[in-house]
């Protein structure tokens, strides 16, 4: 019986073929909006298969003072989408001689997402604080889809605090909070899914700008996690450490 | 027909272990494995070992399928059970011999089982005899396939970890206490935190001495350094 | 045995006009005749001994030996014919492994002692020869105490606090009968069986035997071991000085 498949099978460097596992952010993104900005908190791990390509990766990546976007997905589409866009911003931003809405921003990352949808794999939440609405968040998950949110996860990270999350929003929530929410929802994430880990990373944009703020395990402030103890690993009868 | 080999493949690992890591030191063998279980990229479950202890002076840690150990671990015990029978305990050399038979008999018939064993332990007619005593450690593949080292790292822990472990254990010429094993292994399980998406912070090192034979060990927890991400890590 | 030789006795396939299966019957005259085994369950443990029947000078020392472990937990001591004890205790090992191939628990000691009542049932419906020894199961956990069963050559399976078989079963019994069990710990009854194995000895009969004990219990964790040599010796002097002492009263 063959054992691999054949695109595997290509992959053999020895002979001129090298492997072709996406680089991607197989993620954990979480924002939050509370009165007066938005809060989005993510992780730090890239990653190619089961490799850990880079622990201290930065996923927010500011567009403007008032905007951030977050990636996840393939690290080079999702790279080269924040460039163009964040370009195309700037270029608008000039021509009209006044910031763009968030909510605008939105709809320039949307174009790229649904008119190469077959060709890239890409997903991002913008975020950001514009003075005609305050504090906003978008969703645009793969294949051009645009959804506001009060709150929202992505990445493959979201599947495990999508409940917690919908179970903490409340109406004129706080900055502290939110930010409280946001982190212990990246820590629930970063807990459970293998493919997020490290540092938690948190930005808060409101009026004021955007500031950012770094969580590390070895440190204190880093969510913590409790999972209910654990029983015997092997059957009873067997010698083992008690726990 | 393509479908269905790639179905049979993608099923059969479904609750994984990573890397273990075992060492000699002067008078023994020290193994180290994390605690968690993986379900495809997920931690799945937390706070289960990947060592079992098969007499005083026999210990197996594994990575790989837990569906396939906890079958195996059941074949182990039986046969220490068996080998009872003729009032003997089972050794490492022979029960190296016996899994690696087992493990190549099952890839022959293409149905191999999804672990990689490592077999550590101190034979009793070597137990307290200085002069002779060599601390055991035997390697297994899912392929079969077997060999005796003095260290070794297995899984994504082989790419990533044998060149530091082998350095470290060669910096001491080979001569080195269980203190300074127990260290070079807790470097590499930081070093797998770093880079295996499947590694876990609680680990677990296991031990056989030619003196107190079999330890188990107690879990423990390894946070690392991350002032590296004080740095700016934007990818522009 | 009255009724030998009228023609019943020759296969454990007919019944006698009497409703008896004399080929059970012998196999049971097997056991009686070998040396005595004594079975006591304590508060704490169970403890079995046995008077074994040393054959020639030339074995070496603990040659056949009496006492076995079907698995960790669940001891087995046979009485009787010696091959055929050794085989039962083959079958009851076999079953114990294969129990926890199926179950991945140890197997119990009733259901050990079942099973091998089971196997040995079929064997008195004529197909072929009884098995002419009998066989104690003992264990020892928290939950249960000690437990302690004795199957026959007839299937028949019971559980007991004390009991015992062979050639000097009578008088084994009537000692055992005075004793407080459930005030005994281990260490209690591993003196009091020595010395009633060598109180009921015939002293002008019993001359080539040698003391095998196994015990379960709290002290050794609910694992059945062989008792240490030097536990049995020091337990063989008490019962030596006991019965001294008893002789100089009366």
Known sequence: MDTMRDDQKEAIPALGFYPHVDISTGTTLIAMEYNGGVVVGTDSRTSAGSFITSRATNKITPITDTMVVCRSGSAADTQCIADIAKYHIEVYTML???????????????????????????????????????????????????????????????????????????????????????????????????????????????????????????????????????????????????? | MMHHDELQRTLNPTCTGTSVIAMQYKTGVVVMTDRVVSYGKTARYKNVSRQYKVND???????????????????????????????QEIGPKALHGYLTSLLYARRCKMNPLWNTLIVAGIEEEEKNNKETSTPFIGVITQKGCAYQVKHVATGIGAMLLNQAVEDSWRKKGGD???????????????????????????????????????????????????SIAETNCQYE | MSSIGTG??????????????????????????????????????????????????????????????????????????????????????????????????????????????????????????????????????????????????????????AWAVGKHRQAAKAEIEKLKLDQLDVQDLVREAARIIIAIRDENKDKDVQIEMGWVGENTNGKHEVVPDDVLSAAEDWANAKLEEDDMEE
């Open chain 1, 96 to 243: 009209e001689n006044e910031p763009l809405t968030i909510y605008r921003a939105s709809q320039i990352f949307r174009q790229f997402l649904y008119n190469y949808r077959d060709s890239l794999s890409a997903s991002v939440l913008v975020a950001g604080w514009d003075a005609k609405e305050g504090g906003q968040l978008y969703a645009l998950p793969i294949g051009g889809f645009v959804t506001r949110q009060r709150s929202t996860a992505s990445g493959s990270g979201s599947t495990f605090v999508q409940g917690f999350l919908d179970s903490q929003w409340r109406p004129n929530l706080t900055l502290n909070e939110c930010k409280a929410i946001v982190k212990q929802a990246v820590g629930l994430a970063v807990f459970r899914d293998g493919s997020s880990g490290g540092v938690v990373r948190l930005a808060t944009i409101d009026a004021n700008g955007t500031s950012m703020e770094l969580y590390r395990p070895d440190k204190p402030g880093f969510p913590v996690v409790k999972p209910p103890s654990a029983h015997l690993s092997f059957p009873p009868h067997v010698e083992q450490t008690p726990v």
């Open chain 3, 8 to 161: 019943y006795d020759l296969a454990a396939s007919t019944f006698s006009p009497d409703g008896r299966i004399f080929q059970i019957e012998y196999a049971q005259k097997a056991v009686d005749n070998g040396g005595t085994m004594v079975a006591l369950r304590g508060k704490n443990g169970v403890v079995i001994a046995v008077d074994k029947v040393i054959t020639s000078k030339l074995y070496i020392d603990d040659a056949n030996p009496r006492m076995f472990n079907c698995n960790d937990n669940v001891g087995m001591a046979i009485a009787g014919v010696y091959p055929d004890g050794f085989a039962l205790k083959d079958y009851a090992c076999g079953e114990a492994i294969k129990w926890l191939k199926e179950y991945r628990e140890p197997m119990s000691v009733q259901k050990l002692a079942t099973s091998v009542a089971e196997y040995i049932h079929i064997f008195t419906l004529g197909i072929s020869r009884p098995f002419g020894a009998s066989a104690f199961f003992s264990a020892w956990d928290k939950k249960k105490g000690g437990r302690l069963f004795l199957v026959e050559p007839s299937g028949l399976n019971y559980e007991y606090k």
């Open chain 2, 57 to 87: 002076n026999v210990l197996v840690a594994f990575g790989g399928d837990h569906a396939d150990f906890q079958w195996l671990q059941n074949v182990i015990e039986r046969q220490a059970l068996f080998w009872k029978r003729f009032d």
């Open chain 2, 176 to 226: 080195i206490t269980r203190a300074e094993a127990e260290a070079v292994l807790k470097k590499a399980l930081e070093l797998t935190i770093y880079h295996d998406c499947t590694a876990d912070n609680d680990f677990e090192i296991g031990s056989v001495d030619s003196e107190d034979g079999v330890n188990l060990g107690k879990e423990e927890t390894i946070i690392g350094d991350w």
